[in-house]
């Protein structure tokens, strides 16, 4: 643990004037009490819900028995904190601010843990869990740059009496609503919120990419993972349940980020 901590601080450091890209996924989260959607513990969401559920197709055909799903993610969401790990980068975009240095985080996850903690140059690329929006494009508060704040809504009927003609509707349009995250069947251009072509953009300008809990199953991650390589650009990945290097120039360090991030904050001053 305390090499790795080494290693990791002194990689931070050479970042100098240069940008850290940090990547993470819901690996980070786990630890604040939120399941990974693909990790090997076995209550990752996707082995044991349909990756179908989270379409708009499935919206589409039974958006009823979709946003029962979706509620009760939200609220298991709504009741974590941010832990350590989070904490902690918030710490290493001060340190690395003050030094000269620029940090930018782009996250896989739709929960506000990051936000929370005070990151504050953050991309959420997948959407986020505090937002719907309508399900009709074009519509004020739909596709391309429309949301509402999830707060704002009253799912009070729906909860009481789960049937469509309970499920809150656009007050523009009167079209349904949808969760403001990104579908299976969707591209990152769907919505100007996720900022992909800001993220994209990340890919050619970093110095350093730390990788934390992710399982790298995304569009997001294979771009980054593919672009520094080619860039020759110092790559990490955080991950306690880390096997064999499987991308050349990805180094795996092997610990929970909880405690891994925290080390080395301290080490770092």
């Not at 929006?133 to 508060?141: E, F, L, N, T």
């Not at 704002?152 to 995250?181: E, G, K, T, W, Y």
Request: glycine share 8%; aromatic share 10%.
């Amino acid at each position: 643990m305390q090499q790795l901590v080494e290693d990791l601080a002194r990689s931070l450091t050479a970042v100098g004037d240069g940008l850290l890209l940090v990547v993470t996924g819901a690996g980070i989260s786990q630890a604040s009490g939120i399941p990974t959607f693909r990790g090997s513990e076995p209550g990752a969401v996707w082995k044991t819900t349909d990756t179908a559920l989270a379409t708009f197709d499935y919206f589409q055909r039974d958006p009823v028995g979709q946003w029962q799903w979706y509620l009760k993610r939200f609220e298991s969401v709504r009741g974590a904190r941010p832990n350590a790990a989070h904490d902690a980068l918030v710490q290493i975009e001060s340190w690395l601010n003050g030094n000269g240095g620029e940090f930018r985080l782009v996250t896989q996850n739709i929960d506000t843990l990051h936000e929370e903690a005070g990151s504050r140059d953050l991309i959420k690329v997948h959407g986020t869990s505090d937002r719907v929006r309508c399900s009709r494009p074009g519509c004020a508060y739909g596709s391309p740059r429309g949301s509402l704040d999830l707060s704002q809504i009253d799912f009070s009927a729906f909860l009481a009496a789960p049937d469509r003609a309970n499920l809150p509707s656009c007050p523009d349009c009167d079209a349904l609503l949808r969760a403001h995250v990104l579908f299976f069947d969707e591209y990152y251009l769907e919505h100007l919120d996720y900022r992909f072509a800001e993220a994209e953009e990340l890919a050619d300008e970093a110095h350093t990419i730390l990788f934390v809990g992710t399982s790298f199953s995304v569009g997001i991650t294979d771009l980054y993972l593919r672009v520094g390589q080619q860039r020759a650009v110092p790559m990490f990945a955080i991950d306690p349940a880390a096997g064999p290097i499987r991308w050349p120039g990805l180094e795996s360090l092997a610990a929970p980020a909880e405690k891994l991030l925290p080390a080395v904050c301290s080490l770092l001053g």
